[in-house]
């Protein structure tokens, strides 16, 4: 089933809402305006006539935001979301359907459909997720990092797997206090302990979070994220209540000659089954963007793709 929904907003920035009203499925949910797709239109055409129907406004250009696949009891969707700039009229509830104008801040507060959670983050969290090399040289590797925040990296993987624990300490504390200053997020690499002790997010390796019975304790409001590879370890991310994983290796690369690329239509499948915001992994540059979002990704997460040169 393909069902098409705008993100609306009002003078103010905020985001248009819509509760599903009772007797339908995921009824009492909020969701982005608008519904399925009938046979003979294309996507616009049907996101012209659900808005029309549903809120009496005429919609201006649409740009898509991110296309989310998902599973749900009995049948299997795909929410095509987009951003819709301009609109005539004014929204109404025609269907008697409760409208709210949200700040997108607070879009996560709001109880939503399974296959929305992906939608809020593609609106809210960084597009692309930066793993850095191997520190070797620690003014160099920080000099890196300065460039990377100064050209837009907002949520940053620090891995160092080689390094003594006294000297990772010290550098993530460097990098946090660079990273803090920019406002990016900053998640240590396979190191509970040391990410609570600094106050930083958490990196769960695929086999630490197979290990887990529960979601690791951190400093409040820190992400904990996951590498994943296959439907077991997204299923146990989202059990754990991660905040959002990678998923991989969607192409070969350099760094993992042996190993198959799922490719993008595995990529789309295994998202299917999970609400977690996910960054597609392996092979990556930040021009694949676009097409991660047409696959349900967040967007992309990568080293040598993202780390500047
Ligand atoms: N419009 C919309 N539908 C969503 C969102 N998230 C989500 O899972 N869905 C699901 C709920 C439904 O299973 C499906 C939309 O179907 P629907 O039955 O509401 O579509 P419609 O507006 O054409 O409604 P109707 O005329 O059949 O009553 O997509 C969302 O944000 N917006
Ligand atoms: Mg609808």
Redesign the pocket.
Same mark, same amino acid.
């Given at each position: 089933?393909h $069902?098409v +929904?705008a993100v609306l907003r009002d003078a103010r920035g905020r985001i248009l809402l819509a509760r !599903?009203t009772a007797g !339908? =499925? #995921?009824a009492g949910a909020w *969701?982005?305006?608008?519904?399925?797709v009938e046979p003979g239109e294309t996507a616009l055409q049907a996101l012209d006539r *659900?808005l029309r129907e *549903?809120l009496g406004i005429r919609i201006g250009p649409a740009r898509p935001l991110v296309s989310v696949p998902?599973a749900?009891p009995g049948k299997r969707?795909v #929410?095509d979301v987009y951003e819709v700039d301009q609109f005539e009229g004014t929204a109404r509830g025609l269907e008697r359907q409760a409208l709210a104008w949200a700040p997108a801040e607070k879009l996560a507060s709001y109880p939503m459909?399974? +296959? =929305?959670r992906p $939608?809020v983050a593609a609106l809210t969290a960084a597009d692309r997720y930066l793993i850095t090399p191997e520190p070797t040289d620690r003014p160099g590797f920080l000099s890196k990092l300065d460039k990377a925040l100064a050209a837009g990296a907002r949520r940053i993987q620090l891995r160092a797997r080689a390094m003594a624990a006294a000297d990772l300490a010290i550098l993530a504390r460097d990098a946090q206090i660079r990273c803090r200053a920019k406002g990016a997020q900053l998640l240590l690499n396979g190191e509970p302990g040391l990410a609570a002790d600094l106050g930083l997010g958490l990196h769960l390796r695929s086999a630490q979070l197979m290990a887990l019975s529960a979601r690791p304790v951190l400093a409040e409001g820190q992400p904990v994220a996951a590498s994943c590879h296959d439907a077991d370890e997204l299923a146990q991310a989202e059990r754990l209540g991660l905040d959002f994983v990678v998923l991989g290796p969607v192409r070969a690369t350099e760094s993992h000659p042996g190993v198959a690329p799922m490719g993008w239509e595995k990529f789309a499948a295994l998202r299917e089954g999970v609400s977690l915001p996910i960054y597609a992994l392996g092979g990556m540059k930040p021009a694949d963007v676009a097409v991660a979002r047409r696959h349900g990704g967040q967007g992309v997460a990568g080293v040598r793709g993202l780390w500047p040169k």
């Open positions: 089933m $069902v +929904a !599903r !339908r =499925d #995921l *969701e982005f305006p608008g519904g399925k *659900e *549903e998902q749900y969707i #929410l459909p399974p +296959a =929305d $939608v």
